[in-house]
C-alpha cells in the first residue's frame, strides 16, 4: 500500500505564489521518481514538474523559471513552490510517486488562479 496526500490548493491572483505539498507513506523503495502532474478541465493530464530521488529534476517548458520541487528522502515528501502563477495555470495538481514500474497518484487539489 502506498497512500500520497496534497495539500496548499487554493485560489490566488494573477501573479500571485502557492506551495503545494505531498506526504508518501506506505512501502516505498529509496529509488524513486516524484512530482507533480495537472489537468485542467476539457484537456489532458500533463507533467509539470519531477525529483528523483538522486535529485535529477525537470519541469515542463510551461512552468520552467516558475515553479520549484524540491523533496525530502528521508520523510518521502515533495513540495512544488509555484510563483508568477498565470490563469492558465489553473488545474487540479495530483502528486504522484513512481517506482518499479508502477505509479501512484493522489487525490489531487484544486489551484485557481484568477482575478
Known amino acids: 500500500q502506498v497512500q500520497l496526500v496534497e495539500s496548499g490548493g487554493g485560489l490566488v491572483q494573477p501573479g500571485g505564489s502557492l506551495r503545494l505539498s505531498c506526504a508518501a507513506s506506505?512501502?516505498?523503495?529509496?529509488?524513486?521518481?516524484m512530482g507533480w502532474h495537472r489537468q485542467a478541465p476539457g484537456k489532458e493530464r500533463e507533467l509539470v514538474a519531477t525529483?528523483?530521488?538522486?535529485?535529477?529534476?525537470t519541469y515542463a517548458n510551461s512552468v520552467k523559471g516558475r515553479f520549484t520541487i524540491s523533496r525530502d528522502n528521508a520523510r518521502n515528501t515533495v513540495d512544488l513552490q509555484m510563483n508568477s502563477l498565470k490563469p492558465e495555470d489553473t488545474a487540479v495538481y495530483y502528486c504522484?510517486?513512481?517506482?518499479?514500474?508502477?505509479?501512484?497518484w493522489g487525490q489531487g487539489t484544486q489551484v485557481t488562479v484568477s482575478s
Open positions: 525529483i528523483s530521488s538522486g535529485g535529477s529534476r
Open positions: 506506505g512501502s516505498i523503495f529509496s529509488l524513486n521518481v
Open positions: 504522484t510517486l513512481g517506482m518499479i514500474g508502477k505509479n501512484y
